[in-house]
């Protein structure tokens, strides 16, 4: 219906225009929008306000003279000026239910937009260190953005997600040797554990693995290993990163570059698998996982600093060579390159947004901790430097969420090896809980994760409530069998006049509204929206269901009301779909 009023008021403007009542030349972009209160009609559009000054009239003057060029139709019962220049439509309700028909043809497909155009965006998320499992924190990130690569999809936007895989650096390095210390200590060697090394359960596993794969050959005595290294924290002239980096330099020298690199390689690949089945687990999966370290060994980050050093955007200073951040914008200069020649974060980030852009992506969406939110200006001046376009990146930050359990705030210290996991989460709480509550609420607002409400199976519980009214409906069409009844949805089509009861023109109406709640939510970056339309189809059916009876002895307003309640099934469907949670038959 909204589609139809668009187009005729697109034909006013055409009218308009003939009249020379606006200039022919007049950019014109027409908006309908359902009301909010049925009072003002079914519709409304402020045509005449954002049109007044281009007609030289007052706006009620002009929504007058557009009313006036409205066309006759059955399906319109009646048009209404209103405050300082709406024009509110009333449609027939029977015209409603054509979205019954819509729906049940369309199935899985209903909801599907053109607004993406086919675009291509990368959509890249997660991207978690691989330094240990994923906590509840990242789960908050995977969730929103396996939920906004669905809905960009399902609003016609041709989508990649993508893992960056942050294998390269310092922090990987700190957990290689981390693991090769428990492993000296499995070994039977004897030190004090540096206080900045890795030190959770899983340390113990992948050292474990280390051993029973290798023995102790890749023993080392102890006193050797801590040769000439800095004093850790809490000793004497103690410095806790000097004393971790010194080990590293100790473990590289006493392993060698093949052995150290087989340290590290079975490190990434035990917790990169790890991260990747657990978020399989977590029905979020990626198109491609990109290493970092690719970048580094092909070059592409020595070829983009080079990029910018051509074009004098890149300084030395103190045998450190540094991105002039500040001619764009930011607060500082950035190191890309350390006096000791190792190349920044910084670095291989400026080199993989300029990548991502060489492999035709038309836009690129980074999904960050909200704790990145400064990073941002030096990203989009480094594409700017390098003459691509800053405006093809989207940065959408998630605030982490907070978990309460028992009332009290959960650590989440990769490094200590205290905090909970996101497998943890999903056997307390299920998958379906953990991905709605997750994606309920903006990215950006703090969120805490409410344990006991996810777990409740009652009508506060926002997931269970939606899930319920999934399952209500499939019950209902199961009983038709035993009372010896058949759905026959060609008569419920066929009569879905007989449907007059103000719910069913509220469940209908609300059915209509989710094309247009894809569009819009997908143009804003908000899966939350879904979640929300999702928490008012639920309501309206739970208030249907609870008010009239579905299974009634006359056939033809029997299979009508069916009808009806078997799309609101379909779109129930589509709508958890997008936002990875499972809609189950009975509960």
Known sequence: MKTKLNQILIDVIDQL??????????????????????????????LAMMLSKAAAMPPRDLAVKIIELLPQDSVITKVELAGPGFINFFVADQAKFSVV????????????????????????????????????????????????????????FDVTREYYV?????????????????????????????????????????????????????????????????????????????????????????????????????????????????????????????????????????????????????YENNG????????????????????????????????????????????????????HHGYIPRVKAAMQAMDTSPDALEVQLVQFAILYRGGERAQMSTRSGQFVTLRELRDEVGSDAARFFYVARKSEQHMDFDLDLAKSKSNENPVYYIQYAHARICNVLNQLEPKGYQLDLAQGLANLNLLTESHETDLASKLAQFPELISRAALAREPHQVAYYLKD?????????????????????????LALICAVQQVLKNGLAIIGVSAPENM
């Open 537 to 561: 189809l639920a309501h309206g059916l739970h208030s249907y269901y609870n008010s009239q009876q579905f299974i009634v002895e006359d056939d033809a307003l029997r299979n009508a009301r």
């Open 101 to 156: 028909n819509s729906v049940l043809e369309q199935a899985e497909r209903f909801g599907q937009a053109a607004v993406g155009q086919g675009r291509s965006v990368l959509v890249e998320f997660v991207s978690a260190n691989p330094t240990g499992p994923l906590h509840v924190g990242h789960g908050r990130g995977a969730a929103y953005g396996a939920s906004l690569s669905n809905l960009l999809a399902f609003a016609g």
């Open 166 to 314: 942050n294998d390269a650096g310092r922090q990987m390095d700190i957990l290689a040797t981390s693991v090769w210390l428990r492993y000296l200590e499995i070994c039977g060697e004897n030190f004090d554990f540096p206080s900045n090394g890795y030190k959770g359960d899983y340390i113990y596993a992948v050292s474990r693995q280390l051993f029973d794969q290798h023995g102790d050959r890749l023993r080392k005595p102890a006193f050797e290993v801590f040769a000439g290294v800095c004093a850790d924290e809490g000793q004497e002239q103690g410095d806790k990163e000097q004393h971790i980096d010194d080990l590293i330099t100790r473990a590289k020298a006493l392993l060698g570059a093949q052995d150290y690199e087989l340290v590290f390689g079975l490190v990434l690949k035990d917790i990169l698998t790890d991260i990747e089945e657990d978020l399989a687990e977590f029905g979020v999966t990626f198109d491609n996982w990109f290493s970092e370290r690719s970048l580094m060994h092909s070059g592409v980050v020595d070829a983009a600093l080079e990029k910018l050093q051509q074009s004098g955007q890149v």
């Open 320 to 371: 450190a060579l540094w991105f002039r951040s500040t001619d764009y914008g930011d607060e500082k200069d950035r190191v890309v390159v350390r006096e000791n020649g190792l190349k920044t974060y910084f670095a291989s980030d400026i080199a993989y947004h300029f990548n991502k852009l060489e492999r035709g992506y038309e836009t690129l969406i980074d999904i960050w901790g909200a704790d």
């Open 17 to 46: 225009k003939a009249e020379g009542v606006i200039p022919n030349e007049q950019s014109v972009r027409v908006q309908v929008d359902a009301t909010k209160d049925k009072a003002h009609g079914d519709f409304a559009t402020n």
